[in-house]
């Protein structure tokens, strides 16, 4: 089945410095790569995803870069702000009919 | 349109009782799926549903977890003879399809097993 790695488990930085977290996956089938945020207390939500097909997407502050040969994709928030701090959770389906396999989280921390 | 819902929010039990947990999914949605965090963990899978398919029930921790989905639509996450270790937060998500839409998810049934 299919395993994701996700690191750092904790993140520090100050408020307007960038954050990166990895995650690596093991199949190479594997074509769908959401990234969720979970603030405390609340659900997690989706805040940006990458198919297969393309090797990088923004969205403002927020980038998601994809590498299939390496098998593994980052998330990437600049000019980070005291709303970030949240724990973030990387994903994977295997493949199309299976299930959504997630990483164990990182939890971001933006000081001002 | 509303969102995924579960029920109830919370849920107290005493060791050894049956609970059943509720799931409403995004109407239309047609993969189903069910999680579990411990306090400050991650998202353990339990079971996913897609469609008429045999559900995926590879996540299940033990024979006391079931869940099955009605119709292709309600599922029902049931724990036998609940234990201290099945305390948690059930998150349930839906989405439209499988392998490529994002998933939705409820605000979870916070269950405490005393």
């Known amino acids: 089945g299919e395993n994701v790695e996700q690191h750092p488990s904790t993140l520090s930085v100050q408020e307007g410095d960038s954050a990166v977290i990895k995650c690596t996956y093991s199949d190479s089938a594997s074509n769908y790569f959401p990234w969720y945020k979970q603030e405390l207390g609340k659900r997690p939500q989706l805040i940006i995803d990458?198919?297969?097909?393309?090797g990088e997407k923004k969205d403002q502050r927020i980038a998601v870069t994809l590498n299939k040969t390496a098998k593994h994709f980052s998330l990437h928030i600049t000019e980070t702000q005291p709303e970030d701090s949240a724990v973030y959770f990387c994903?994977?389906?295997?493949?199309?009919?299976?299930?959504?396999?997630f990483g164990k989280g990182t939890t971001l921390s933006v000081s001002s | 349109g509303a969102g995924v819902s579960q029920s109830p929010s919370n849920k107290v039990t005493e060791k050894g009782k049956d609970v059943e947990l509720r799931c409403d999914p995004i109407s239309g949605h047609t993969a189903l799926y069910w999680y579990r965090q411990s306090l400050g963990q991650g998202l353990e899978f339990l079971i996913y549903f897609q469609g008429n398919s045999a559900p995926d029930k590879s996540g299940l921790p033990s024979d006391r977890f079931s869940a099955e989905r009605t119709g292709g639509s309600v599922s029902t996450l049931t724990i036998q003879r609940t234990q201290q270790e099945d305390s948690a937060v059930y998150l349930c998500a839906s989405s439209a399809d499988s392998g490529n839409s994002p998933l939705h998810f409820g605000n979870g049934t916070r269950l405490t097993v005393t």
């Open positions: 990458i198919r297969s097909n393309v």
């Open positions: 994903a994977s389906f295997e493949q199309a009919g299976t299930a959504l396999i």
